[in-house]
């Protein structure tokens, strides 16, 4: 069993999310994109959208059609499916979702009923090539955003079950291409069992984490039921390829479901005994070395997409408040954590005007003073102001410590 410190584990953590030395930017998104294993996507668009920000806080100033280029290129290197929620994931995983596609098909139904005629829009996006919901007379009804088209819906399906796939998008409007057209063929001809699936994504899940609890991986992967299990057998057994360890401070809950704790049949389920984590075997080797970066983060950002687990490695607590009534917002409509030295050292509640980007509140963590980490805000500032083509800063609201260590150019 290996025995790790809070600190400890949350450098392995940062090195293995690309936020600890040089070497993390090499082979640029495409490599950042592979090394995550998955990248959310998200509406939302403040300074930028969420997979590009997630890009810039790893490689800094990358341009943001490079990004977008990078992410949905042709031939793909990349497609939309879910995982931790909606995220660009490698092309490489395609067979790896198979458990998945399967599991809709059984079902025959999303968030609606399956229209009768997705046959025919299979057909008509065979025929086209490629389809977007305009194609097929737009994607709603009229009403809420989830009043979709049945023509909307059936895309949709279509794209659960794998006959569809989106590898790009055109004014954030997915593009659905038949998959022989976008998986190489090795890649679409490759169906694993459910196990398969679920041991491999487990692996990828925890070298991209560093260390994770049980809960963490089945958060990344958004699995219940018997995948859970498996993952719990994949656990114990070491199919995953994870160690168990433990972590100072971090509670120690049990590492399986009730189906499979106990069991000892499983081959070497007693070296899990007593872990409340798992860690990647080649991270605990591998010395972290270099200079932390300092960005701010999106909200959707796989370092802190788990809130419970952002509270556990790094003692902030942190809630988007976009959907909180305004008058009971505490640090605003779309709060960014700012990571710094290691830590996450406070927020910003991002804005533009014009070619100028406005902090309308900036906040350090408490117990942090102004006089040591003012720096670090204004350097996370200017940077994202740099990078999305802003020439000045400012701040209407800040910390009353804060806010006399801020230098006047971002006053």
């Not at 290996?2 to 936020?19: C, K, N, P, W, Y």
């Not at 070298?207 to 963490?216: E, F, I, Q, S």
């Not at 114990?236 to 809950?253: D, E, I, K, N, Q």
């Not at 710094?340 to 005007?353: F, N, S, T, W």
């Given at each position: 069993?290996?025995?790790?410190?809070?600190?400890?584990?949350r450098?392995v953590?940062?090195?293995?999310?690309?936020?600890i030395?040089?070497?993390?930017?090499k082979?640029?998104?495409?490599?950042?994109?592979?090394?995550?294993?998955?990248?959310?996507?998200?509406?939302?668009?403040?300074?930028?959208?969420?997979?590009e920000?997630?890009?810039?806080?790893?490689?800094?100033?990358?341009g943001?059609?490079?990004v977008?280029?990078?992410?949905?290129h042709?031939?793909?290197?990349?497609?939309?499916?879910?995982?931790h929620?909606a995220?660009?994931?490698?092309?490489?995983?395609?067979p790896?979702?198979?458990?998945r596609?399967?599991?809709?098909r059984?079902?025959?139904?999303?968030?609606?009923?399956?229209?009768?005629?997705?046959?025919?829009?299979?057909?008509?996006?065979?025929d086209?090539g490629?389809?977007?919901?305009?194609?097929?007379?737009?994607?709603?009804?009229?009403?809420?955003?989830?009043?979709?088209?049945?023509?909307?819906?059936?895309?949709?399906?279509?794209?659960d079950?794998?006959?569809?796939v989106?590898s790009?998008?055109?004014?954030w409007r997915?593009?659905?291409?038949?998959?022989?057209?976008?998986?190489p063929?090795e890649?679409?001809?490759?169906?694993?069992?459910?196990?398969?699936?679920?041991?491999?994504?487990?692996?990828?899940?925890?070298?991209?984490?560093?260390?994770?609890?049980?809960g963490?991986?089945?958060?990344?992967?958004?699995?219940k039921?018997?995948?859970?299990?498996?993952?719990?057998?994949?656990?114990?057994?070491?199919?995953?390829?994870?160690?168990?360890?433990?972590?100072g401070g971090?509670?120690?809950?049990?590492?399986?479901?009730?189906a499979?704790?106990?069991?000892?049949?499983?081959?070497?389920?007693?070296a899990?005994?007593?872990?409340h984590?798992?860690?990647?075997?080649?991270a605990?080797?591998?010395e972290?070395?270099?200079?932390?970066r300092?960005?701010?983060?999106?909200?959707?950002?796989?370092?802190?997409?788990?809130?419970?687990?952002?509270?556990?490695?790094?003692?902030f607590?942190?809630?988007?408040?976009?959907y909180v009534?305004?008058?009971?917002?505490?640090?605003?409509y779309?709060?960014?954590?700012?990571?710094?030295?290691?830590r996450l050292?406070?927020?910003?509640?991002?804005?533009?005007?014009?070619?100028?980007?406005?902090a309308?509140?900036?906040?350090?963590?408490?117990?942090?003073t102004?006089?040591?980490?003012?720096?670090?805000?204004?350097d996370?500032?200017?940077s994202?102001?740099?990078w999305v083509?802003?020439?000045?800063?400012?701040?209407?609201?800040?910390?009353?410590?804060?806010?006399?260590?801020?230098?006047?150019?971002?006053?």
């Amino acid at each position: 069993m290996t025995e790790l410190s809070a600190d400890e584990a949350r450098r392995v953590i940062l090195h293995a999310q690309g936020f600890i030395g040089a070497e993390a930017r090499k082979g640029g998104v495409h490599g950042m994109l592979r090394r995550l294993g998955a990248v959310q996507l998200d509406t939302i668009s403040v300074l930028a959208r969420s997979h590009e920000l997630v890009a810039y806080a790893r490689l800094g100033a990358v341009g943001r059609q490079k990004v977008e280029r990078a992410y949905w290129h042709n031939p793909a290197q990349s497609f939309e499916y879910w995982c931790h929620a909606a995220c660009i994931l490698p092309i490489e995983h395609w067979p790896l979702y198979s458990f998945r596609r399967r599991a809709f098909r059984e079902r025959r139904y999303r968030w609606h009923e399956v229209p009768d005629h997705v046959g025919e829009l299979l057909q008509q996006a065979r025929d086209a090539g490629s389809l977007t919901t305009t194609d097929v007379g737009g994607g709603k009804n009229g009403g809420p955003w989830w009043d979709w088209s049945d023509s909307k819906i059936g895309l949709e399906w279509l794209l659960d079950i794998g006959e569809l796939v989106c590898s790009r998008r055109v004014g954030w409007r997915r593009v659905y291409e038949p998959a022989e057209r976008v998986v190489p063929a090795e890649l679409l001809g490759e169906e694993l069992s459910d196990e398969e699936c679920v041991v491999r994504l487990a692996g990828i899940a925890g070298r991209a984490l560093g260390v994770a609890t049980r809960g963490d991986l089945v958060d990344f992967l958004r699995l219940k039921g018997r995948y859970a299990e498996i993952l719990d057998e994949a656990l114990l057994s070491g199919a995953a390829g994870l160690v168990p360890v433990t972590v100072g401070g971090w509670p120690s809950r049990g590492t399986a479901t009730k189906a499979t704790a106990g069991k000892r049949a499983v081959s070497g389920a007693t070296a899990g005994k007593g872990a409340h984590a798992w860690a990647d075997p080649a991270a605990l080797e591998t010395e972290a070395r270099g200079r932390h970066r300092t960005a701010l983060l999106s909200p959707f950002d796989s370092l802190i997409w788990h809130r419970g687990r952002t509270e556990r490695v790094f003692g902030f607590r942190y809630q988007l408040e976009l959907y909180v009534p305004k008058h009971k917002r505490v640090h605003g409509y779309f709060t960014m954590p700012v990571l710094a030295g290691g830590r996450l050292i406070g927020r910003v509640d991002p804005a533009r005007d014009g070619t100028t980007l406005v902090a309308r509140q900036l906040s350090l963590e408490p117990g942090l003073t102004g006089a040591r980490w003012a720096d670090a805000l204004r350097d996370a500032l200017w940077s994202a102001a740099d990078w999305v083509g802003c020439d000045s800063v400012r701040v209407e609201k800040a910390d009353p410590a804060l806010a006399a260590h801020l230098e006047s150019d971002v006053r």
